[in-house]
């Protein structure tokens, strides 16, 4: 949602200035990854700042693709490996916000974590085939920006098992959208 409405929103104010970035988009995504991951590491120790780094990360997540369509660099591999450190990213930080629950008494919010990671890579992994049967599939309320938002919103504000609640229930109504997106568009084949 957040991408389909403000995905190139940045391009332009943006654009001159990383046409002059030193880095190349993929460099960028790796950053971004690192940061991610480093987040993830921080999160199960220092919550609060381990939701400071996921805002960090997630800003070269978004620089990166800022920098490829204004050099006009992007790429079929940059859109691959973006995708594929999403995936790991994803993981790492529901991995950690699980064990930061867990060691923390919260069973039940370390399951959300966990629920909620399962339908965030549903949500690829629908899409990712919609795409491999030849068919777009761009559509759900909780895509990854969403999820971010919603992340670094829970951890900096503490309010993590609420959030997670609403995170489990949207991720898995999107999955469901997807499915009936893909149905719709097949039964008219």
């Given at each position: 949602?957040?991408?389909?409405?403000?995905?190139?929103?940045?391009d332009k104010p943006l654009g001159p200035l990383t046409k002059r970035?030193?880095?190349?988009?993929?460099?960028?995504?790796?950053?971004?990854?690192?940061?991610?991951?480093f987040a993830a590491i921080v999160i199960p120790h220092n919550i609060?700042?381990?939701?400071?780094?996921?805002?960090?990360?997630?800003?070269?997540?978004?620089?990166?693709?800022?920098?490829?369509?204004?050099?006009?660099?992007?790429?079929?591999?940059?859109?691959?490996?973006?995708?594929?450190?999403?995936?790991?990213?994803?993981?790492?930080?529901?991995?950690?916000?699980?064990?930061?629950?867990?060691?923390?008494?919260?069973?039940?919010?370390?399951?959300?974590?966990?629920?909620?990671?399962?339908?965030?890579?549903?949500?690829?992994?629908?899409?990712?085939?919609?795409?491999?049967?030849?068919?777009?599939?761009?559509?759900?309320?909780?895509?990854?920006?969403?999820?971010?938002?919603?992340?670094?919103?829970?951890?900096?504000?503490?309010?993590?098992?609420?959030?997670?609640?609403?995170?489990?229930?949207?991720?898995?109504?999107?999955?469901?959208?997807?499915?009936?997106?893909?149905?719709?568009?097949?039964?008219?084949?």
């Open positions: 949602m957040i991408s389909a409405k403000l995905g190139h929103f940045l970035f030193p880095l190349s988009p993929n460099f960028l995504t790796i950053i971004g990854f690192l940061i991610t991951l609060r700042l381990g939701g400071v780094l996921i805002l960090i990360g997630g800003m070269f997540d978004m620089l990166d693709g800022i920098v490829a369509r204004t050099r006009g660099a992007t790429s079929r591999f940059g859109a691959f490996l973006d995708s594929v450190l999403d995936r790991y990213s994803d993981a790492f930080l529901f991995l950690a916000i699980a064990w930061y629950l867990a060691a923390n008494g919260h069973h039940t919010g370390a399951l959300l974590s966990l629920g909620t990671l399962v339908g965030a890579f549903l949500i690829s992994y629908a899409r990712a085939r919609a795409e491999g049967l030849g068919e777009s599939c761009h559509v759900g309320i909780m895509e990854r920006p969403e999820r971010i938002v919603l992340l670094i919103f829970a951890t900096l504000t503490g309010w993590i098992v609420p959030v997670l609640w609403i995170m489990l229930i949207l991720t898995h109504i999107t999955v469901f959208q997807r499915i009936n997106h893909v149905r719709k568009i097949m039964s008219k084949k």
